[in-house]
């Protein structure tokens, strides 16, 4: 009966450290939902003309156009808004994935971030090691706030916050050239 009582005795034990390895496990996923939540990747146009931020899963917090954005020709600041855009979800999806490899990577012997870049290389017709150089490559994506001039609008948003107003309908008459180009950008994509 001693014999019994010793192995069941040992295989408590060893329930109870599983146990607590799965409630490290769970205290790890809680960290890393923390930091997904709070990761931010930005991208500026080589021009400085559009930038964008964006989120984990692809989602854009922020597009900031300057002065000098709203006076190219339509399609070239599509171009420029399309292509910052992809820049900075790119990096947004391998940031979400090296904050996964931290987390998990070991335990389970992932390398999630490799896999995105093979996946983006492949996407792109590129290879993985031509993205990590530019990667590496890339300035610093955070400019130093600076007193705000009136007519400066590149730390404005185009993006409604959450937390504003929606505003009512516009008045009929005239508007802008910018604001006709961003009509018209935004039918287009309702149309598709």
Known sequence: ??????????????????????ETQFAKVGEMQGELAELESVATSPD?????VAGPGGSV???????????????QLSAAILSTLHTAVADAARKQAGIV????????????????LEAQAEALGTTA???RSQMSEEPPQNPARRP???DDFSEETVLRRSDEPTPGPAPSGGSSAGDQFLKNLFDEEDHR
């Open 1 to 22: 009966m001693s014999a019994e009582f010793e192995q069941l005795v040992a295989e408590f034990e060893k329930f109870q450290t599983k146990i607590k390895q799965a």
């Open 48 to 52: 400085r003309s559009v930038t964008v």
């Open 148 to 150: 705000r001039n009136e």
């Open 61 to 75: 917090k922020d597009i900031r156009l300057s002065p000098e954005a709203l006076r190219q020709q339509p399609q």
């Open 129 to 131: 090691d031509d993205l």
């Open 101 to 116: 490899d931290a987390q998990f990577g070991g335990a389970f012997h992932l390398n999630v971030e490799e896999q995105v």
